[in-house]
């Protein structure tokens, strides 16, 4: 006879990502504090680089702009990332021009393209599809001493059992 059934949850803020040539999907769940969209660049940094994030769908354009200077001129930025958006302090010498976008929305659910650009000519250099989710969307399963079966999502679970048996929470 069955008798101990365990709930687990695989990997608590797991981000996912795919990648797809020079496309890359991101996936983030609206309650995490903040997602990173990666933008790496190996090869020579110009003098006096401009990286920019943008989102061609938006007007303004701008997500967050780092200059050749090494500070942010954020005033262009669309309104929606006002006080959201930070690259690395080092960023233009390390080459690393992630973008860390904090409290992520429905609405940042989108296509955003990391670029740098010198001298009149620019360089597009990732593309990133975020995805924000309204909901939990960490992989659940449940087992006992009989066998382990995976459950995706937490609504399913609780169509599995009645809320009197299964209270569903997150701990942070």
């Not at 001298?119 to 659940?140: A, F, N, S």
Request: hydrophobic residues 30%; charged residues 25%; proline residues 5%.
């Amino acid at each position: 006879m069955c008798r101990n059934l365990l709930l687990h949850q695989a990997g608590s803020h797991d981000k996912t990502f795919m990648h797809h040539a020079l496309a890359v999907v991101v996936e983030v769940n609206k309650e995490e504090r903040s997602v990173l969209l990666p933008c790496q660049y190996s090869s020579f940094i110009p003098e006096d680089p401009t990286v920019m994030w943008t989102r061609s769908d938006l007007d303004p354009k701008s997500v967050h702009l780092r200059g050749g200077g090494g500070g942010d001129d954020l005033r262009g930025q669309n309104q929606r990332y006002s006080g959201r958006t930070s690259l690395r302090p080092d960023a233009l010498d390390s080459g690393d021009f992630s973008l860390t976008l904090r409290k992520p929305t429905m609405t940042d659910s989108g296509n955003y393209t990391c670029s740098i650009s010198a001298r009149g000519h620019e360089r597009r250099l990732r593309d990133i599809q975020l995805q924000v989710k309204g909901h939990d969307t960490r992989l659940w399963s449940l087992s006992s001493d009989c066998k382990q079966f995976p459950v995706l999502g937490a609504e399913n679970l609780k169509a599995l059992f009645p809320i009197s048996v299964l209270t569903l929470g997150t701990v942070k």
